[in-house]
C-alpha cells in the first residue's frame, strides 16, 4: 500500500475517531443534562414532601387537641347525665344485651339497701331472685317462683308492658323497660306511690259519694212516701170540702189549702224526678199514645189561669199529621206542661200557641215531630238565656220574682228530652216573647186516615170571626183543607157587614172587643140568616145562662183537637152523628132491677185514705167495701167477688203485691181475672215495674184524684152491671 494511502488511511480513522468523540461526548453531555434535570426535579419532590410532612404534623396536632377537648366534653357530658340522672328520685339503669347491669343509679340499688352483689355486671334474673329472697317485693299470695318467670317472660319480651310492683315498705314502683337496637335495656323505676295513694282516696270518695247518693235516693222515696200519704188526706180532703156548701171566704181558704197542696207535690215530684235522672234510674217506658189529645189535654190545665189573664191558648196541630205515636206519654207530657204551664205563667197578655208539625222519614215508620210553644210574655234577655236550661235557675229580676217556681222544669224537661234523643231549644226577646221548642223522633202506629173526613157536602163556604189573627190563620188553614172556601173576618161588625145567605157556616169566638160571639149570632138571627152558627170558647161555660145561646148551634171548647172540630161541623150542619156519638143512656132510663151495682174492693190500712176514697166515689152508684190489709184483701176477693180491686202496696201483715199474688195464685186454680190497681205513694221508678211484675194491671199515684179513680172504674165495669154513673148527675171533674 502506498503512503498515500496510508495516510489517507491514517486520516479517514483519525476523523472517524473524532467524529466518534464528538458523539460520545454529545451523548455525555446529555446525560449529563438529563441527570441535572432528573436531581434537579428530585431535589423539588424532597421539598414537596417536606412541606407535606410538615401539613401533615400540624395536623396531627390539631386532631389530637381536638381529640383530647371532645373526650373531655365527653366526659363532663357523661358526668352531668349521671348527676342528673342520680338527682332524679326514680331508679335508672342500663343492661346490656345479656341482661346483666351495665350501670344504675343510687335510687335503683337504693331498693336493695346493702346488697353488694347488686352492682353492675349483676345479672336481671339474680336482681329477681335477691328481690324474692330476701323479701324486698311483695308478691302477695304469689309463689316466688311464679312471680319471677312472670317477671323474666316480661322482661325478654320485644316491648315489655309497664307493671308495677309494691315493695316490703308498701312504697309502688312502675317498671317501665325499653329495649335498644343493640339489645341494651333502659330500666326505669318509678315510684308511684303518692299517686297510688291517691287513687285509692278517689275511689274511697267515690264509694263514699255513691253511698251517699244511695241513700239520698232512698231518702226521696222515703220522704215522697211520707209526704205524699198525708198530703192524699189533705188534698182529697180539701177536694171534697170544695163540694159542700161553703160561703166565698171559707172557698177561699179550702182553694188555698187544695192549691198549695198541689204546688208542694209539683215541687216534690221535680226534686224526685231531678235526682232519679241524675242517678240514671229513670227509665223511660215507651207505649203508645195519642199526642194531639195529650196537648190539648194539657193545654186544658192552665186555662183558668188564662182565662184570667185573658190569654188566649192556641193549638195548631199539622192536619196532615198522625196523632198517634209510640213515645213515653208520661214524660213527653211532663215536657209539654212544663212549656205550657211556663208561657201561661209569664204571659201577661196576648196568646199562647202550641204548634205541631211533623215529618214523616222515608220508608220507616219514624216521625221527626217539632213541638214550639210560643208566647207574648215577658221573654228572657238574652244574657240569660243560656242559663235556663241549668238546674235552679231563674231569671233573677224584678219581673220575674212576682212568679213562682221550681226552677226545674226546664232542666228536667232538657235531660228527658235528650233521654228521647231530642234537642230542646229556646228563642226569645225581652219584652216581646219566647219560643220554645224541642224535636223528637217517634214511630207512628198511626193508620187512622179519618182525622180530616172532609166537610159535609152541603158546607162550601165558611165564615171565621176571630178577633185574634193568628186564630183565624190555624182555623181557616183547616176548614180550607176540607176543602171550603173561608172568609175570615177580625170582629162582628165588619162579619155582619160581610154575611149574606151564600155564606153555609159561621164559626165565631166568644170572647171578642166589642160585639161578643153571642151577640154577633143574634145579630145575625135578627137579620133572618138560618146558617148554622158554631162558638167557639175558652169559657163555654159562660156563655150557658146567656139567652143568646139560643142563637147558635154549637159550642167548641178552645183550644179544639180536630177530630172534635169536625165532629161539631157534621153534628151542626145536618149532617147525622155517627153511632159513637149517641148521647149515653140517661140514669133515669136504666132498669136497675135488672142489673146488680158493680162490686168495688179498696185495700188501705190508713182511716184517713179510707174516708177519702169512700167521699171521692160516693156519688157513684156502686158496691164499695174495704179490706184493712192484705189478708183482709184475699179473703174479701174470695167472699166479696169483687169486680175491680184498689190496692195500697205498704200495708201492715200482708202488703199490696204480697196479696196480688195471692189473689193470681187462686185465679190460676178458679181461673177469671179481677182487674187489680196499684194505689202507691211511691213515686220513684223501678216501683212501677215491680208493681206491675206482682200482678197489678195498673198503676195509680197518691195523693189519688177522682177523675182518675172515676175512669178506673169506668174502665173495669163489667157487662153483667149497672153502668157507673154519677147519681147526682154532676159532672165528672
Ligand atoms: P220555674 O218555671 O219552675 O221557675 P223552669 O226551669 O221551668 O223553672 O224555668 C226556669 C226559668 O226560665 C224561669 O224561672 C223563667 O225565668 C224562665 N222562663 C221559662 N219559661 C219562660 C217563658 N215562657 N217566658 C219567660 N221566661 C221563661
Redesign the pocket.
Known amino acids: 500500500m502506498s503512503l498515500a494511502n496510508k495516510l489517507a488511511e491514517e486520516r479517514r480513522l483519525r476523523l472517524a475517531a473524532e467524529r466518534l468523540l464528538e458523539q460520545k461526548q454529545a451523548e455525555l453531555f446529555a446525560a449529563n443534562r438529563k441527570l441535572g434535570q432528573h436531581a434537579r426535579k428530585l431535589s423539588d419532590e424532597i421539598v414537596e414532601t417536606r412541606a407535606e410532612v410538615e401539613n401533615v404534623r400540624g395536623e396531627n396536632q390539631r386532631v389530637k387537641s381536638d381529640f383530647t377537648a371532645a373526650h373531655q366534653k365527653i366526659e363532663v357530658a357523661e358526668r352531668r347525665l349521671w348527676h342528673s340522672i342520680e338527682t332524679i328520685q326514680d331508679g335508672f339503669a342500663f343492661f346490656d344485651v345479656d341482661s346483666r347491669m351495665i350501670a344504675a343509679n343510687n335510687s335503683y340499688l337504693s331498693v336493695f339497701d346493702g346488697l353488694e352483689e347488686i352492682a353492675p355486671g349483676v345479672s336481671y334474673i339474680r336482681i329477681l331472685q335477691l328481690a324474692t329472697g330476701e323479701g324486698i317485693v311483695n308478691i302477695g299470695d304469689k309463689k316466688p317462683a311464679d312471680w319471677r318467670a312472670m317477671m323474666m317472660q316480661r322482661w325478654q319480651s320485644p316491648t315489655p308492658e309497664p307493671v308495677v310492683i309494691r315493695l316490703w315498705n308498701e312504697q309502688y314502683i312502675k317498671l317501665i323497660d325499653q329495649r335498644g337496637h343493640g339489645g341494651d335495656v333502659v330500666s326505669l323505676a318509678l315510684n308511684i306511690t303518692e299517686t297510688i295513694r291517691y287513687e285509692k282516696e278517689l275511689r274511697d270518695a267515690r264509694e263514699r259519694a255513691e253511698a251517699a247518693n244511695r241513700a239520698k235516693s232512698s231518702f226521696l222515696a222515703n220522704m215522697s212516701h211520707e209526704i205524699r200519704t198525708p198530703m192524699n188526706g189533705v188534698i182529697g180532703m180539701a177536694e171534697l170540702l170544695r163540694d159542700t156548701v161553703l160561703d166565698d171566704e171559707q172557698k177561699l181558704y179550702v182553694d188555698t189549702i187544695k192549691n198549695s197542696g198541689e204546688a208542694l207535690l209539683v215541687i216534690i215530684n221535680?226534686v224526685l224526678d231531678y235526682s232519679k235522672i241524675e242517678a240514671e234510674k229513670l227509665v223511660l217506658h215507651p207505649e203508645p199514645f195519642d199526642l194531639e189529645r195529650c196537648i190539648h189535654e194539657i193545654v186544658m190545665l192552665p186555662q183558668p189561669a188564662a182565662r184570667d189573664k185573658g190569654i188566649d191558648t192556641l193549638v195548631d196541630y199539622d192536619l196532615f199529621l198522625p196523632t198517634v205515636f209510640v213515645g213515653d206519654p208520661g214524660r213527653i207530657r211532663q215536657v209539654l206542661t212544663?212549656?205550657i204551664?211556663?208561657?201561661v205563667?209569664?204571659?201577661l197578655e196576648g196568646h199562647v200557641l202550641v204548634r205541631v208539625v211533623g215529618f214523616q222519614q222515608e220508608n220507616s215508620a219514624d216521625t221527626q215531630i217539632h213541638i214550639t210553644?210560643e208566647?207574648t210574655?215577658?221573654?228572657?234577655s238574652a244574657d240569660?238565656m243560656d242559663?235556663?236550661?241549668g238546674?235552679?235557675?231563674?231569671?233573677?229580676d224584678e219581673r220575674?220574682r212576682q212568679?213562682?217556681?221550681?226552677?226545674?222544669?226546664?232542666?228536667?224537661?232538657e235531660k228527658l228530652i235528650g233521654m228521647m234523643g231530642g234537642s230542646i231549644w229556646?228563642d226569645?226577646e225581652e219584652g216581646q216573647?219566647?219560643c220554645?221548642g224541642f224535636r223528637v223522633t217517634m214511630e207512628t202506629t198511626d193508620t187512622d186516615t179519618d182525622a180530616a173526613p172532609g166537610l159535609p157536602g152541603n158546607i162550601r163556604n165558611v165564615m171565621i170571626v176571630d178577633d185574634l189573627e193568628v186564630n183565624r190563620l190555624i182555623l181557616s188553614k183547616q176548614i180550607e183543607a176540607l176543602g171550603a172556601h173561608v172568609l175570615s173576618l177580625a170582629n162582628g161588625r165588619d162579619a155582619l157587614a160581610a154575611l149574606d145567605d151564600t155564606i153555609d157556616l159561621v164559626m165565631t169566638d166568644h170572647n171578642m172587643p166589642e160585639m161578643d160571639g153571642l151577640e154577633f149570632a143574634r145579630a145575625v138571627r135578627e137579620r133572618g140568616l138560618e146558617m148554622p152558627i158554631i162558638l167557639i170558647s175558652s169559657n163555654s161555660a159562660a156563655a150557658d145562662n146567656d139567652p143568646s145561646l139560643s142563637c147558635i148551634n154549637g159550642v167548641l171548647q178552645k183550644p179544639t183537637p180536630r177530630r172534635e172540630l169536625f165532629r161539631a161541623i157534621q153534628l151542626n150542619t145536618g149532617t147525622p152523628p155517627d153511632a159513637h156519638a149517641a148521647a149515653p143512656e140517661a140514669p133515669n132510663q136504666i132498669d136497675k132491677s135488672k142489673k146488680r151495682a158493680m162490686r168495688i174492693l179498696a185495700a188501705e190500712d190508713n182511716k184517713t185514705n179510707q174516708l177519702v176514697f169512700r167521699k171521692m166515689v160516693k156519688s157513684l152508684d156502686i158496691d164499695l167495701q174495704f179490706a184493712g190489709n192484705g189478708l183482709e184483701a184475699v179473703q174479701l176477693f174470695k167472699d166479696y167477688e169483687p169486680d175491680v180491686i184498689f190496692m195500697d202496696i205498704s200495708m201492715p201483715k200482708m202488703d199490696g203485691k204480697e196479696a196480688t199474688q195471692e189473689i193470681r195464685a187462686l185465679e190460676r186454680e178458679t181461673g177469671g181475672h179481677v182487674p187489680i190497681v196499684a194505689l202507691t205513694a211511691h213515686a220513684m221508678d223501678g216501683d212501677r215495674d215491680g208493681i206491675l211484675a206482682a200482678g197489678l194491671d195498673h198503676y195509680l199515684t197518691k195523693p189519688l184524684r177522682k177523675a182518675e179513680i172515676f175512669a178506673m172504674i169506668g174502665e173495669t165495669c163489667p157487662p153483667d152491671a149497672r153502668p157507673v154513673i154519677p147519681v147526682s148527675g154532676r159532672a165528672v171533674s
Open positions: 221535680d212544663n212549656l204551664g211556663n208561657a205563667k209569664f204571659t210553644v208566647d210574655g215577658i221573654g228572657i240569660k242559663l235556663i236550661f238546674e235552679f235557675n231563674q231569671v233573677e220575674n212568679f213562682e217556681g221550681t226552677g226545674l222544669g226546664l232542666a228536667i224537661s229556646v226569645s216573647g219566647s220554645f
